[in-house]
């Protein structure tokens, strides 16, 4: 196998050279044929603005095929992409910088970033429209098909996570990871070069880069992309592609279109959850209006894909993700790594080539999540029937997953712990029929200095949009154990139903 997995993808170019490798608003953005001089373009950019193999470079911007080549050319030059959301604020922004120390930053014009100063870096522009000082550069400049050797070892992206104590963790994925991961991916949902993928996931999420954007490249099947998910815009291409990777979040609002019909999906071949637990509600909606069920599957940034359903329609079962892929194992631990009884629920380890190599400049979170016998503390509950086959039970680290996206309370409760006149906080996740998860803040106050406008100012300024508490309770007294620990469980009782509620 290839070290440089961007050589693994230009190898279709021999097979499927003039077919559509990107299309973007409705016209070909760029053949297989075409892709290496696009990306190409992208690396001499990269060499000209001093980035080497093994430096970072750091992407704030939304999904346009530039998101894309600027991707692949990093990974050409031997460099390591460090994504960001879009809606981080600037003081989350200068957190990463401090903490990746990349030597470049693309970011969209209007996105927010800290102000340039003394620290070397060197900045370019990419919107989400195709413009920007990087694509003004990109035109200029020869393209440098070159794609540097690496190993499989070598890093090709650092993914960060917000860590439990409120430290964002940037988990280390190598070439050899991405490699393993996409082959299995590739045979287990049976891809190939006649599919074309519907693809409105966020680049800047692992599942929208390397799982869509990585399959369509490695099968020689056709992306078709689009800014971000939007229904209508979505059930418009529904008859022009064959496959649709979305989060739990895009299956309800389709739902909720009285267009989405049984023969608005007569050519879609797959239907594939993730990033967010898919309530066994909404898989059976979605089976009774369109005849297929949803295959879900489970993963995480440091591991990409873990499990999977099966491809057969027959085997997919609600409230499950499936099997281990190829070569993945898992187990279902208690306290002690001793492994639990057919179902029975326990803390979920995994191992396989598709693990990463650690946090990035984190030995003491490495060590606590990573065991010297291979497998990786992954934080979740769950357990396994006779088959093999896992079911997820909950977070053991109160991780909320809201649209699709990861939120620890730990970084939201320090800072909402800053506003004046609260005393202590909590922040939980509670069901939510869109969302999967709704954060949820409770407080206690001291005096009068508390103020709740003051509060709201405070999130809409430090916190992205997906992170913010949709509602935060002012409470007497928070429930305690005999320690003194809040009780964060029967908070979540207590307003489970906020959401969900009946009408």
């Given at each position: 196998?290839?070290?440089?997995?961007?050589?693994?993808?230009?190898?279709?170019?021999?097979?499927?050279?003039?077919k559509?490798?990107?299309?973007?608003?409705?016209?070909?953005?760029?053949?297989?044929?075409?892709?290496?001089?696009?990306?190409?373009?992208?690396?001499?950019?990269?060499?000209?603005?001093?980035?080497?193999?093994?430096?970072?470079?750091?992407?704030?911007?939304?999904?346009?095929?530039?998101?894309?080549?600027?991707?692949?050319?990093?990974?050409?030059?031997?460099?390591?992409?460090?994504?960001?959301?879009?809606?981080?604020?600037?003081?989350?922004?200068?957190?990463?910088?401090?903490?990746?120390?990349?030597?470049?930053l693309?970011?969209?014009?209007?996105?927010?970033?800290?102000?340039?100063?003394?620290?070397?870096?060197?900045?370019?522009?990419?919107?989400?429209?195709?413009?920007?000082?990087?694509?003004?550069?990109a035109?200029?400049?020869?393209?440098?098909?070159s794609?540097?050797?690496?190993?499989?070892?070598?890093?090709?992206?650092?993914?960060?996570?917000?860590?439990?104590?409120?430290?964002?963790?940037?988990?280390?994925?190598?070439?050899?990871?991405?490699?393993?991961?996409?082959?299995?991916l590739?045979?287990?949902?049976?891809?190939?070069?006649?599919?074309?993928?519907?693809?409105?996931?966020?680049?800047?999420?692992?599942?929208g880069?390397?799982?869509?954007?990585?399959?369509?490249?490695?099968?020689?099947?056709?992306?078709?992309?689009?800014?971000?998910?939007?229904?209508?815009?979505?059930?418009?291409?529904?008859?022009?592609?064959?496959?649709?990777?979305?989060?739990?979040?895009?299956?309800?609002?389709?739902?909720?279109?009285?267009?989405?019909?049984?023969?608005?999906?007569?050519g879609?071949?797959?239907?594939?959850?993730?990033?967010?637990?898919?309530?066994?509600?909404?898989?059976?909606?979605?089976?009774?209006?369109?005849?297929?069920?949803?295959?879900?599957?489970?993963?995480?940034?440091?591991?990409?894909m873990?499990?999977?359903?099966?491809?057969a329609?027959?085997?997919?079962?609600?409230?499950?993700?499936?099997?281990?892929?190829p070569?993945?194992?898992?187990?279902?631990?208690?306290?002690?790594?001793?492994?639990?009884?057919?179902?029975?629920?326990?803390?979920?380890?995994?191992?396989?080539?598709?693990?990463?190599?650690?946090?990035?400049?984190?030995?003491?979170?490495?060590?606590?999540?990573?065991?010297?016998?291979?497998?990786?503390?992954?934080g979740d509950?769950?357990?396994?029937?006779?088959?093999?086959?896992?079911?997820?039970?909950?977070?053991?680290?109160?991780?909320?997953?809201?649209?699709?996206?990861?939120?620890?309370?730990?970084?939201?409760?320090?800072?909402?712990?800053?506003?004046?006149?609260?005393?202590?906080?909590?922040?939980?996740?509670?069901?939510?029929?869109?969302?999967?998860?709704?954060?949820?803040?409770?407080?206690?106050?001291?005096?009068?200095?508390?103020?709740?406008?003051?509060?709201?100012?405070?999130?809409?300024?430090?916190?992205?949009?997906?992170?913010?508490?949709?509602?935060?309770?002012?409470?007497?007294?928070?429930?305690?154990?005999?320690?003194?620990?809040?009780?964060?469980?029967?908070?979540?009782?207590?307003?489970?139903?906020?959401?969900?509620?009946?009408?």
């Amino acid at each position: 196998m290839t070290g440089n997995i961007v050589s693994t993808f230009y190898a279709r170019e021999k097979d499927h050279g003039a077919k559509p490798a990107i299309i973007w608003n409705g016209e070909t953005r760029c053949t297989f044929a075409e892709l290496p001089e696009q990306v190409g373009r992208y690396r001499a950019v990269l060499a000209k603005l001093g980035v080497k193999r093994g430096d970072r470079v750091m992407v704030k911007t939304d999904n346009s095929p530039e998101f894309a080549f600027t991707y692949l050319a990093v990974l050409a030059s031997g460099a390591i992409f460090v994504p960001m959301n879009p809606a981080y604020t600037a003081a989350e922004v200068a957190l990463l910088i401090e903490d990746a120390e990349p030597a470049l930053l693309v970011h969209a014009a209007q996105t927010p970033v800290p102000e340039a100063g003394e620290d070397g870096l060197v900045r370019a522009t990419l919107n989400a429209d195709g413009t920007g000082s990087l694509v003004a550069l990109a035109a200029e400049c020869e393209a440098d098909f070159s794609v540097e050797e690496v190993e499989t070892s070598d890093l090709a992206a650092i993914l960060f996570t917000s860590g439990t104590t409120g430290r964002p963790k940037g988990a280390m994925l190598t070439h050899g990871n991405l490699q393993s991961n996409v082959a299995a991916l590739y045979e287990a949902w049976a891809f190939s070069s006649d599919d074309v993928i519907l693809h409105s996931l966020p680049l800047f999420h692992a599942h929208g880069l390397f799982v869509c954007l990585h399959l369509g490249l490695y099968s020689g099947a056709t992306l078709r992309m689009l800014a971000k998910f939007d229904a209508a815009k979505v059930i418009a291409d529904l008859d022009k592609v064959s496959v649709f990777m979305g989060v739990p979040t895009f299956y309800s609002r389709l739902l909720d279109t009285e267009a989405f019909t049984r023969d608005a999906v007569a050519g879609i071949r797959l239907f594939i959850s993730g990033s967010a637990p898919l309530l066994p509600s909404a898989f059976s909606a979605f089976e009774e209006r369109t005849g297929h069920r949803i295959l879900e599957r489970y993963g995480m940034t440091e591991t990409v894909m873990i499990t999977s359903n099966p491809y057969a329609q027959a085997g997919r079962l609600p409230g499950t993700v499936g099997f281990a892929l190829p070569g993945v194992s898992v187990r279902v631990v208690d306290g002690d790594r001793v492994a639990m009884p057919v179902g029975e629920v326990g803390e979920i380890e995994m191992k396989g080539p598709n693990l990463c190599a650690g946090y990035w400049r984190r030995p003491e979170a490495t060590a606590e999540s990573f065991y010297p016998d291979g497998y990786f503390r992954t934080g979740d509950t769950g357990f396994l029937d006779a088959e093999g086959r896992l079911t997820i039970a909950g977070r053991s680290k109160d991780l909320i997953i809201s649209g699709g996206y990861n939120v620890y309370p730990a970084e939201i409760e320090m800072l909402l712990a800053e506003a004046p006149g609260v005393q202590d906080v909590a922040v939980f996740g509670v069901p939510h029929p869109d969302f999967g998860e709704a954060v949820m803040a409770a407080i206690t106050t001291s005096g009068t200095e508390y103020d709740a406008a003051a509060m709201q100012s405070l999130i809409a300024e430090r916190m992205a949009k997906f992170k913010q508490p949709k509602q935060v309770h002012v409470l007497e007294a928070f429930p305690r154990n005999a320690m003194g620990k809040i009780l964060k469980q029967e908070l979540r009782e207590r307003y489970r139903d906020t959401f969900t509620r009946a009408a």
